[in-house]
């Protein structure tokens, strides 16, 4: 139950999306799926060779101040996926508290995984803090990235004041490989 301690207060979401792919023979097959509100997954059927695709889906539209998002995927050994975002994420302004999401990819030994979201817009006063771990294990391999929009410049607006942290740590074989940490 969530209790309202100011009149202006709302109830923020805690969405999770947990997602794991096995190899079985020479195809990669769903070997595990939870997800919880406002966060879903579509599995878009693919042809031929293609490696499964899961797609992110925000159903609430996009996180206001108090919302965080908690994603893991992990890609076992020998199996290969992709996984990416139906549309934009996008930020909107916050009063008071940061918009959290914590993303943990995982890349076990021989597995390859993509995570190639949508880009995430920051509106005027958005108030982001985001992480992300990447964890390549032996012969693992990964191509991943975000994208970061500063405000919506077509239809004239710019973001002025707000917060983003944008962290990633990248380890191969436990060792740290990469870090960076965006603060603004």
Known sequence: MCIATSPFSSASVHGAVELAFAADGDKT?????YQRTPLRVLFPKVYGGSMPTAVLVTTSGGLVGGDSMDVSVIASAGS??????QAAEKVYRSTGEDCRIHMRLKVEGDGWLEWLPQETIL?????????????I???GRAMAGEILVFGRTASGEALTRGLV???WTVRRCGRLAWADAFHL
């Open 29 to 33: 097959r769903l070997s595990e799926l």
């Open 80 to 85: 290969s996926a992709l996984v990416t975002a």
């Open 123 to 135: 509106f005027e006063g958005a108030r982001l803090r985001r992480i992300t771990e990447l964890d």
């Open 137 to 139: 294990g032996p012969g």
């Open 165 to 167: 942290r944008d962290v």
